[in-house]
């Protein structure tokens, strides 16, 4: 089991960066995919990036490619989500997830995640 809980979230003017953190517990994270999603006030929770553990691919929803940057340090048990150019848009609550590579469905379902970190703020004013 992984516990994960994120920090970094803020208000910022468009145009500015953020660096999300996702700090997890658990003696096997490097043995966990991760993904970062997003859910605005009144949607759905949707995906940002995930990596396939699988090919080493990393995939951005088509809404941040080019700006937010997905990385992962094993040795903190740690994932960053580095956003730059950040537009009113992205005005969400971020969290962080985690599941065992084996689990069945598509690396881009929230409902396919079995471990949530409690989420951080990010405001993004225009």
């Known amino acids: 089991q992984v516990q994960l809980v994120e920090s970094g979230g803020g208000l910022v003017q468009a145009g500015g960066s953020l660096r999300l953190s996702c700090a997890a517990s658990g003696r096997t994270f490097s043995s966990y995919l991760m993904g970062w999603f997003r859910q605005a006030p009144g949607k759905e929770r949707e995906f940002v990036v995930t990596?396939?553990?699988?090919?080493?691919?990393?995939y951005y929803s088509d809404s941040v490619k080019g700006r937010f940057t997905f990385s992962r340090d094993n040795a903190k048990n740690t994932v960053y989500l580095q956003m730059n150019s950040l537009k009113p848009e992205d005005t969400a609550l971020y969290y962080c997830?985690?599941?065992?590579?084996?689990?069945?469905?598509?690396?881009?379902?929230?409902?396919?995640?079995?471990?949530w970190g409690q989420g951080t703020q990010v405001t993004v004013s225009s």
């Open positions: 990596i396939s553990r699988s090919s080493g691919s990393t």
């Open positions: 997830a985690a599941r065992n590579p084996a689990s069945p469905g598509s690396l881009f379902d929230p409902q396919t995640f079995e471990y």
